[in-house]
C-alpha cells in the first residue's frame, strides 16, 4: 500500500508499480482531482463539518501570521485531528469503503491513497487511513 499526493502523480514525483489502483479520499474534490485518480472514496475524507472547523481554525492561524504549514499542523494538533478522524473510521459510512479496500490489498492489488497534502511538509488524514487499513490486512 502506498501514499502520495495528487501533485505528486500530475508532475510525475512518485513512483508506484504498473497497475496500482489510485484511490482518491477526498470529500469534496475538485473537478480535475478525478483525472489523477482511478476512483474516489469521499467516505474516508474527513468528517465535512469537522473539516470546516479544521479550516477556520487553520486560517486563523495563518491571519495570525503562521506560515500555511504551521497553521495546518497547529489546528491539527488544537483539534485532535487523529483522534477525531479515527473515531471517524469506525462509523457505519466508513465501513463499507474499509473492507473493500482491505479485500482489495489482502487479494494482493497494489493501491495508492490520494488527497491533497504533501506530508513531507503537512499532516494527513491518508497517513492515519493507510496505518488503519495496514493494521486489518
Given at each position: 500500500m502506498f501514499d502520495t499526493y495528487v501533485a505528486a502523480l500530475q508532475h510525475d514525483l512518485v513512483d508506484l508499480p504498473q497497475g496500482t489502483r489510485r484511490v482518491g479520499v477526498v470529500r469534496s474534490p475538485t473537478p480535475w482531482f478525478h483525472g489523477a485518480v482511478d476512483e474516489n472514496r469521499p467516505a474516508l475524507g474527513p468528517p465535512s463539518d469537522f473539516l470546516e472547523e479544521f479550516q477556520s481554525r487553520e486560517e486563523s492561524f495563518k491571519l495570525d501570521g503562521m506560515c500555511e504549514e504551521g497553521a495546518h499542523?497547529?489546528?491539527?494538533?488544537?483539534?485532535?485531528?487523529?483522534?477525531?478522524?479515527?473515531?471517524?473510521?469506525?462509523?457505519?459510512?466508513?465501513?463499507?469503503?474499509?473492507?473493500?479496500?482491505?479485500?482489495?490489498?489482502?487479494?494482493?492489488?497494489?493501491?495508492?491513497?490520494?488527497?491533497?497534502?504533501?506530508?513531507?511538509?503537512?499532516?494527513?488524514?491518508?497517513?492515519?487511513?493507510?496505518?488503519?487499513?495496514?493494521?486489518?490486512?
Amino acid at each position: 500500500m502506498f501514499d502520495t499526493y495528487v501533485a505528486a502523480l500530475q508532475h510525475d514525483l512518485v513512483d508506484l508499480p504498473q497497475g496500482t489502483r489510485r484511490v482518491g479520499v477526498v470529500r469534496s474534490p475538485t473537478p480535475w482531482f478525478h483525472g489523477a485518480v482511478d476512483e474516489n472514496r469521499p467516505a474516508l475524507g474527513p468528517p465535512s463539518d469537522f473539516l470546516e472547523e479544521f479550516q477556520s481554525r487553520e486560517e486563523s492561524f495563518k491571519l495570525d501570521g503562521m506560515c500555511e504549514e504551521g497553521a495546518h499542523n497547529a489546528a491539527w494538533e488544537e483539534l485532535d485531528f487523529e483522534e477525531t478522524y479515527r473515531d471517524h473510521l469506525t462509523s457505519g459510512e466508513v465501513r463499507a469503503s474499509m473492507d473493500d479496500l482491505v479485500s482489495l490489498l489482502q487479494a494482493g492489488e497494489d493501491v495508492a491513497l490520494v488527497c491533497y497534502e504533501n506530508t513531507d511538509q503537512k499532516r494527513c488524514h491518508r497517513t492515519i487511513l493507510r496505518e488503519e487499513l495496514r493494521s486489518r490486512v
